[in-house]
């Protein structure tokens, strides 16, 4: 096609601009009659030229109201939630607390308790430290023949050199202990002497001779008994080789002697026991010798030294 003819067989429209003959009406600008400058269109409208024209001057805009500056936004903290446990369930009542109860009434009555244990303690003590006062003030040299008011030293009672004839020289001072009746019993004294002597058949053996004393009288007490039945019992009740015993008469109520003889390498020990038993005393008196088995001796003498001895001691105890 050559011709040019506008589009859809239409004729070229009223108004349409022929400034150029050669170009088309459609590629003509249409200036329709009444359309406004666009030179002189509103510059708030869309598309509107920003290029001021002549007789108009740059649009600007209104000011705008001032707006103070928006403080910082503040963290969000959400308020304290209480626990109420899972949804759903009903909530656990807290557990049972038993309330705390004073010590006070307690300690006052375990001092109330103390106090009375304590008093009752010392009523006991006192109680039973007056009965045994009372015995201690009562007892002692039940009634009888014998007593050992105003003997201060038990050796007295006796003689002790009389065994120097089995050795001669003292081995220390004599021993003595005086016990005062106390309760169920009547008192005791006892004394011990002992002497020695170079053997006259061995250089490497030095012979003694110890002699002891002992005296026990009989408490008031119903219970009490003489002292002479546990030493009779102790001395005769076991026999064997070197142990003899017998009786002894015109001493006391009733008497024994024993005697025992120990055998050793070189040497030998013979004690001899004299114990009698009258009215309300038991006197004992035993001899020990100790010699060389070259250094013999009588024993018929120890038994005689004996039983003069506890002789001697019931005179100085008789009343």
């Not at 002891?212 to 005769?236: C, I, N, P």
């Amino acid at each position: 096609m050559t011709e040019k003819n506008p589009p859809n067989g239409d004729s070229t429209p009223e108004g349409a601009s022929q400034a150029d003959p050669t170009a088309h009406w459609w590629e003509q600008p249409t200036a329709a009659s009444g359309a406004p400058d666009p030179a002189r269109s509103d510059p708030t409208m869309i598309g509107a030229p920003t290029t001021p024209f002549g007789g108009y001057g740059q649009y600007t805009p209104p000011p705008q109201p001032y707006a103070a500056p928006q403080p910082p936004p503040q963290p969000y903290t959400a308020p304290p939630q209480q626990y109420s446990g899972p949804q759903g369930f009903p909530q656990q009542p807290p557990p049972y607390q038993r309330p705390k109860s004073s010590k006070a009434p307690w300690l006052i009555a375990g001092g109330v308790a103390l106090v009375l244990v304590l008093g009752l303690f010392a009523g006991c003590v006192a109680l039973v430290n007056s009965a045994k006062d009372s015995l201690d003030s009562g007892g002692g040299n039940a009634e009888g023949n014998y007593s050992m008011a105003g003997i201060t030293d038990a050796c007295s009672l006796i003689d002790t050199s009389s065994v120097t004839k089995w050795a001669k020289t003292p081995a220390g001072v004599p021993e003595h202990t005086e016990t005062q009746p106390k309760s169920y019993t009547g008192g005791e004294l006892k004394c011990s002497a002992k002497y020695k002597e170079s053997s006259s058949s061995s250089k490497y053996h030095t012979n003694t001779a110890d002699i002891r004393l002992e005296v026990s009288f009989l408490g008031d007490s119903s219970f009490a008994d003489h002292d002479y039945d546990s030493w009779k019992q102790y001395d005769t009740g076991t026999t064997g080789s070197g142990r003899t015993s017998g009786d002894v008469t015109g001493l006391g109520e009733q008497g024994y002697w024993h005697s025992e003889v120990r055998d050793y390498s070189s040497s030998a020990v013979t004690d001899y026991t004299v114990a009698v038993q009258d009215s309300n005393v038991s006197v004992k008196v035993e001899i020990s010798i100790d010699r060389a088995d070259g250094d013999s001796f009588n024993k018929e003498e120890v038994a005689t030294v004996a039983k003069e001895q506890v002789r001697k001691a019931l005179a100085g105890l008789k009343k």
